[in-house]
């Protein structure tokens, strides 16, 4: 690996001799990264839209906690930056499923979540991936309920859920 595309991942971090644990550090941090840029996507987007204002907050506060979540991992605390960014993550997709109509496929992000949680957990960390599979299910079902809402539901135009739908879609892959 490049020496400056390692210092990024894993900072001054020596050897790490079983190569799982190296590659789900790399992982770590690497997901970090990703959850850095797409949410500086979305808060270039959501600047841009005045509908959108509201999730601004949120957005930084999930940029914040990839940011911490990648320097706790390249200290050597792996477990918390896994977590925080887990819960970071989970809880993101959750206030804004809360918030968003549901034809805008944000709820598909809650899978993806899923997988990573698997990988960056691995079976080393199988109750803390059990724990953090389950989140995004019971999430993901609170934010369905219609009786149990903690934010108002915006009701977007057609091209504002258009224009989400695809920007969602495409961060998908």
Same mark, same amino acid.
């Given at each position: 690996?490049?020496?400056?595309?390692?210092?990024?991942?894993?900072?001054?971090?020596?050897?790490?001799?079983? /190569?799982?644990?190296?590659? /789900? =550090?790399?992982?770590?941090?690497?997901?970090?990264?990703?959850?850095?840029?797409?949410?500086? =996507?979305?808060?270039?987007?959501?600047?841009?839209?005045?509908?959108?204002?509201?999730?601004?907050? %949120?957005?930084? @506060?999930?940029?914040?906690?990839? @940011?911490?979540?990648?320097?706790?991992? /390249?200290? #050597?605390?792996?477990?918390?930056?896994?977590?925080?960014?887990?819960?970071?993550?989970?809880?993101?997709?959750?206030?804004?499923?809360? /918030?968003?109509?549901?034809?805008? #496929?944000?709820?598909? %992000?809650?899978?993806?979540?899923?997988?990573?949680?698997?990988?960056?957990? #691995?079976?080393?960390?199988?109750?803390?991936?059990?724990?953090?599979?389950?989140?995004?299910?019971?999430?993901?079902? @609170?934010?369905?309920?219609?009786?149990?809402?903690?934010?108002?539901?915006?009701? #977007?135009?057609?091209?504002?859920?258009?224009?989400?739908?695809?920007?969602?879609?495409?961060?998908?892959?």
């Amino acid at each position: 690996m490049n020496t400056r595309l390692r210092k990024l991942l894993l900072g001054d971090q020596p050897y790490i001799p079983l /190569r799982s644990k190296y590659k /789900r =550090i790399v992982l770590t941090s690497q997901l970090s990264i990703i959850t850095i840029v797409i949410t500086a =996507i979305f808060f270039v987007l959501d600047s841009a839209l005045p509908d959108s204002l509201y999730s601004l907050p %949120f957005l930084l @506060i999930n940029g914040t906690s990839a @940011i911490i979540s990648l320097f706790l991992n /390249r200290i #050597g605390k792996h477990t918390a930056a896994k977590i925080l960014l887990a819960l970071s993550v989970n809880f993101s997709i959750f206030l804004f499923s809360e /918030r968003e109509p549901l034809e805008i #496929g944000l709820y598909l %992000f809650f899978l993806v979540t899923n997988v990573v949680t698997i990988a960056a957990f #691995g079976y080393e960390d199988k109750y803390l991936a059990i724990g953090f599979i389950s989140l995004p299910v019971i999430l993901f079902s @609170i934010s369905l309920l219609p009786d149990l809402t903690f934010l108002p539901k915006v009701t #977007g135009t057609p091209d504002y859920n258009t224009l989400n739908l695809f920007c969602n879609f495409s961060l998908y892959f």
